[in-house]
């Protein structure tokens, strides 16, 4: 590989940290270029499924996040009196799409990214601008404080309100709100057992995760204006809208502090761009596609994006080929998925309801099949097929 090959990676979250990875195993000089005093990722935990997992069997570290799986046995979808919709099997979802499904905090994830690239690769405090996305004869020129890069390629890593993605299409409406905001939490749990479960309500939902740690992921979303705030705490808020819910939710709400609370409104791009690339420059993870959480795709998508991304890293084209169509078609189906689990009348809920239970007897295995298309992907190539330096 010529040593001239060189990528911007701006943004250092999970899909910034994953494509840089990625890139370096091919041989690229790679530097990060992340705004924020350091690299502690914004939320509590991330979810894996296979098709992210395999991503990660291409820099190394698959396995390694494969033994961070804590579920167990059975978990499934449950209303707010406990009642079970549906229950699911871990090894069965594990045999059907080739492996575990991983829920590990963020934080974890990060920091064995970050451990893939070379010293210093990784510049904090860096607030970094697209001055050119460069072209067939030039290369791409990126702005941070006094100083400015040049690079063979820039990868636009940089979130949902992503500022390369408007350099690079000015008309492209953004993202737009989702209709419900989300509160999560990461806490120990001492003592209390129970089956990973998510459980739907009226336009409200909760989920309970178990960590390979001993702590406990929770996460709670309801419909609800832009912007919102509770008016003392978050805390206080997810008792006022949970606490008569069924157990363990008292006991994760009693044991955590308001400080543990984080609140985000979801956002998302109803509009896909015209491409995820231009001139030198590519866009990647959120700042491509940011969807609804309720396929829990989101960080798995940014994964896969950074290792298709190495592989066309010459050819953008046809990244934005292999990645524009899948992506959108996923964020679409979370949406669809959104207007389902977030649905709020008590005439669309008894149906809903009414049809989970009775799929969920009568053919258990049509509950996992929809995720065929998305747990079943697998890379264009494998570990072996990297070079490190």
Do not use: C
């Amino acid at each position: 590989m010529p040593q001239s090959d060189r990528a911007i990676v701006i943004g250092g979250g999970i899909g910034g940290l994953a494509a840089a990875a990625a890139l370096h195993r091919k041989g690229w000089g790679v530097t990060v270029l992340e705004r924020a005093p350091s690299l502690e990722p914004v939320g509590a935990a991330i979810s894996l499924a296979p098709n992210a997992l395999r991503a990660l069997d291409v820099l190394g570290i698959g396995d390694e996040i494969r033994q961070l799986a804590a579920w167990q046995g059975d978990g499934g979808l449950r209303t707010p009196g406990g009642r079970w919709l549906s229950r699911t099997s871990a090894e069965a979802a594990a045999a059907r799409f080739g492996g575990p499904l991983v829920l590990l905090p963020r934080a974890t994830l990060v920091d064995r990214l970050a451990a893939l690239l070379p010293p210093g690769a990784v510049r904090t405090a860096a607030d970094a601008s697209l001055a050119d996305p460069g072209g067939s004869r030039r290369p791409a020129r990126v702005r941070t404080g006094d100083e400015e890069l040049r690079a063979d390629l820039v990868v636009g890593a940089d979130g949902i309100n992503s500022r390369v993605r408007t350099a690079l299409f000015p008309r492209h409406p953004g993202a737009v709100y989702a209709g419900f905001t989300t509160w999560r939490m990461l806490i120990p749990l001492p003592g209390v057992r129970f089956a990973s479960h998510e459980t739907w309500g009226r336009g409200r939902l909760w989920g309970t995760h178990p960590l390979k740690d001993g702590r406990v992921y929770a996460y709670a979303a309801a419909v609800t204006p832009a912007g919102g705030r509770a008016r003392d705490d978050e805390k206080a808020e997810l008792l006022r809208r949970f606490g008569d819910w069924h157990d363990p939710i008292p006991a994760v709400l009693a044991a955590a502090r308001p400080e543990d609370v984080l609140r985000h409104d979801v956002h998302h791009i109803a509009t896909p761009p015209p491409a995820y690339h231009a001139g030198r420059t590519a866009l990647l993870g959120d700042a491509a596609h940011a969807m609804p959480p309720t396929l829990g795709q989101g960080g798995n998508q940014a994964v896969e994006d950074a290792v298709v991304l190495a592989h066309h890293a010459h050819d953008l084209a046809a990244y934005t080929a292999a990645r524009l169509p899948r992506t959108s078609a996923i964020a679409r189906r979370a949406v669809r998925a959104a207007r389902v689990n977030m649905a709020a009348g008590p005439a669309a809920v008894a149906v809903r309801d009414t049809a989970i239970a009775v799929l969920s007897k009568a053919a258990p295995a049509l509950l996992l099949r929809g995720f065929d298309g998305i747990a079943g992907w697998r890379p264009p190539y494998a570990a072996q097929d990297t070079v490190e330096r």
